[in-house]
């Protein structure tokens, strides 16, 4: 249990489904990201955002649609996604995004898609 | 370019040492991390260098050559729990993290 958890573990949707990933931090952090991590692949920063405003976007498709109500919930809306977006998507959060020394990032374990 | 360079896969036997390496060239340098990621699971932080020398933590030892751009993250009495892959992680002069592709390591009874 790393205080951040991801719902839902397993995904399968066509290219023409909406869905929605899902993550909750209990550790009072102030900064939450996604990654996409393939397969022998360094992990992807997707998106950052540090008290609930986005800081970072990293030339992300706009099928990729982030949403982050509080500083404890972070939200990826899929839409019309490719075969090649089939990853394993994490979500992590820090106390602060840059910074202090140390500044260790907690991930949960990972939303599995698969888009076919 | 920013680069993080470490070993695919590795192997070692229970009980013996092995030493994954890393190196890094990156647009500044603000602290490496070494996390581990059990097949299926969350990566989870093993641990933090940013001034050169030896930090020892139980079985797990990490080591920082800032002039080399170099680390290496040093596991000792080898357990089957080991098993995972390990991921260097190097945070450049704007504090963003650049991540290896990770070591997968393999221990063999």
């Known amino acids: 249990e790393t205080g951040v958890t991801q719902t839902p573990r397993h995904l399968v949707m066509g290219m023409t489904n909406k869905k929605s990933l899902k993550c909750e931090q209990h550790l009072g952090h102030n900064a939450m990201y996604w990654y996409k991590q393939s397969a022998k692949k360094p992990l992807e920063l997707m998106f950052v955002y540090n008290f609930k405003e986005q800081t970072e976007n990293n030339s992300v498709p706009s099928r990729f649609s982030p949403e982050c109500p509080n500083s404890s919930h972070l939200f990826l809306h899929l839409h019309t996604l490719q075969p090649e977006d089939s990853a394993l998507y994490l979500c992590a959060s820090s106390q602060e995004p840059d910074g202090t020394s140390g500044n260790t990032i907690y991930f949960g374990e990972g939303s599995w898609l698969t888009v076919v | 370019g920013q680069n993080i360079d470490q070993p695919t896969e590795m192997t070692a036997t229970e009980g013996a040492i092995v030493q994954i390496n890393c190196t890094y060239q990156?647009?500044?340098?603000?602290?490496l991390f070494w996390y581990q990621q059990h097949a299926g699971e969350a990566p989870t932080f093993l641990s933090y260098?940013?001034l050169d020398g030896l930090e020892e933590k139980g079985r797990f030892s990490s080591f920082l050559s800032r002039s080399k751009g170099y680390s290496y993250l040093l596991l000792k009495e080898l357990q089957m729990k080991d098993s995972a892959s390990y991921l260097c992680a190097v945070r450049d002069s704007n504090y963003q993290l650049i991540w290896g592709a990770g070591t997968k390591l393999i221990i063999k009874p």
């Open positions: 260098n940013v």
């Open positions: 990156t647009s500044g340098f603000n602290g």
